[in-house]
DNA sequence: TTTATTTACGAAACCGGTTTCGTAGATTTA
DNA sequence: TAAATCTACGAAACCGGTTTCGTAAATAAA
């Protein structure tokens, strides 16, 4: 099949292919009747324009990219979905990239971005990144970055966020209300902002009710399940074990409940559960879980709003922070017994 | 910050731009003495070559399309882990469209790619794709296209699938063994062929022991949870009841598991459950759930191969098809009673 | 009627690498 | 020593749109 380029298409209507150009970016140095012939044309060769010419002397590419550390989880594919929808009304094409938790693959990938292949760059840090000096280099090729959900916080860089400490204290709070006196709180990472404002909210509610959050009943998690099932097994085999649990990462819900039936420990009655996540299967559990649920589809919607202002050049908040809330929803993992 | 461009980096070392760029692809035209130079003065004033330029001069653009119904499905999202792991090591980049298992969003974006914007293209075709008219065309460019777990059988392409036949047999013999009697079967679509092939797997077992697949209970659900809900219900609720289900979809996991909770079915004393499905939580549901389980990952990464190899103009058997076995996993949901 | 302005279009430069082709100088072969 | 070949590099064409600038013809203003 004869590619049909420009030039052979101002070729068959005996125009410049300047005029062609024009008329199909509907230029009004052209007359109707022109840009009429030359649409007609355009539908009936399938003309279609090459994506490199225009984005070599144009400067955009019309991708952009999304870096988020996993796309098998909830809350990440929740937000590409948001992300898409945001992105596909203006033409934006959507480049995902995975880190895998890992910092030298996510600086890895952003060298890449210094050959102008994307447009901008949406991104949730990965667990191990404490620095932000690849990211910084790239908004200094004028590449607007816009963080969703795991921020760097020192960066001057619109963030789409939850409201992370809330949370935190939100479902301590509900433990507590509930009859918890022995809270722990699994963490993500140690170096993770949001995972220290979840902890930072839970300890606040902890200590509003006069209640101890022992260094023993903070745990922070690791990648590796098998590790992590080993630390919550080892949490609740205490002499005093914790009769509440906050979970701050959707993939803990699995290990938590694999724990409590390995030791026979009944959920409510024994411990309650609060976790961070979006699974839908959450009211299907036994007992149902009660989450912290992150409006995903939201954040990844705004967070692609705010990137795509930028990059029309619409006037700018320097480092505009949006925070849309999470919510609590109860199920039985908490009941009261 | 000025973009050094191969201009800028040639006139630095007093070079032609020429040199500079066979230099960096490593030319034998070039002596090893220049060659050091240029890549030392590349690093120094950190070039990166615009990959538009490239993409125009070589008409390729190391980009690759993933056109999937939904990111928000575990199968997908670790077939993405999949592609991605392949597409890296090439340099290849992953671009991801979502049809939401619209036909028209399908083609719509089809249509993008004739501009070149990518070398090739990885689907799982729409619930709602029957014609293959679109992926004629993109063919038709020099675009190939690989299909993955759901393809249009008729097209001369090559396609990554697992056993579908065979997993809805062992499924429905599974239940059979364990002494179900009245088995339904939920299929995700009419159009789609996995589908059939799962319920024809399905029918020859029960014709195979003698069992009817009466029409009651052959469902075909829908993209809509709450219709899907009400079917399934009904389903359940027939005067005499199915004992045993194979869901060949995911998604209706929850569905099932909120029916035999609001009709206080219990599984899988009242009816056993088979799904299709890559969970992980399908462990902790209680019960916990006998799923079959596809090669998602190996999936999503061998169907990436093959396009690379066509990619690389390696030698290409004309609709090649892999099948990847995928695995009935025995949990509770199907226990013997 | 003459001048000024508008309309509609084409020639050519441009984006930034890549590749073809030509060639000066060095080296090898006859 | 002359001819043939090789080595290492540069000039320029090229990929395919986009944009600037120039201009003939048509129209409006003086």
Aim: charged share 20%; proline share 4%; aromatic share 6%.
């Amino acid at each position: 099949m004869k590619k049909v380029n420009i030039k052979a298409l101002a070729q068959e209507l005996n125009l410049s292919s300047s005029t062609v150009s024009k008329a199909l970016r509907d230029s009004y140095e052209i007359s109707a009747a022109t840009k009429q012939r030359v649409l007609e044309m355009a539908a009936r060769l399938q003309y279609t324009p090459n994506a490199y010419a225009s984005s070599l002397r144009g400067k955009k590419s019309k991708n952009i990219a999304v870096i988020i550390p996993e796309v098998a989880d909830s809350f990440f594919s929740l937000a590409i979905n948001g992300i898409e929808a945001a992105v596909k009304a203006k033409g934006y094409h959507v480049l995902i990239y995975l880190t895998h938790e890992s910092f030298a693959a996510e600086s890895a990938i952003m060298k890449e971005f210094y050959s102008g292949r994307v447009d901008g760059v949406l991104m949730s840090v990965s667990r191990e990144t404490t620095d932000g000096q690849h990211i910084r280099q790239l908004m200094a090729q004028d590449i607007p970055v816009v963080f969703f959900d795991r921020a760097l916080e020192e960066l001057p860089v619109a963030k789409v966020l939850t409201d992370d400490y809330h949370s935190g204290y939100t479902a301590a709070r509900h433990l507590i209300q509930n009859g918890c006196r022995r809270i722990a709180f699994l963490g993500m990472s140690e170096t993770l902002s949001i995972s220290h404002h979840r902890r930072a909210g839970y300890q606040h509610a902890l200590q509003e009710y006069g209640l101890a959050a022992t260094r023993k009943n903070m745990i922070s998690c690791t990648a590796d399940p098998a590790v992590n099932y080993k630390l919550v097994k080892k949490l609740l085999q205490q002499a005093t074990p914790p009769d509440g649990i906050v979970a701050s990462m959707e993939k803990l819900t699995t290990t938590v409940y694999q724990v409590c039936q390995a030791l026979q420990l009944r959920m409510p009655a024994d411990v309650k559960l609060v976790c961070f996540s979006n699974l839908e299967i959450a009211t299907i559990l036994q007992p149902s879980l009660t989450t912290i649920t992150q409006p995903a589809f939201e954040m990844g919607k705004t967070a692609a709003e705010l990137l795509l202002r930028q990059l029309e050049k619409k006037p700018v908040r320097q480092a505009e922070a949006v925070v849309i809330p999470s919510e609590l929803v109860i199920r039985d993992s908490t009941k009261k017994s």
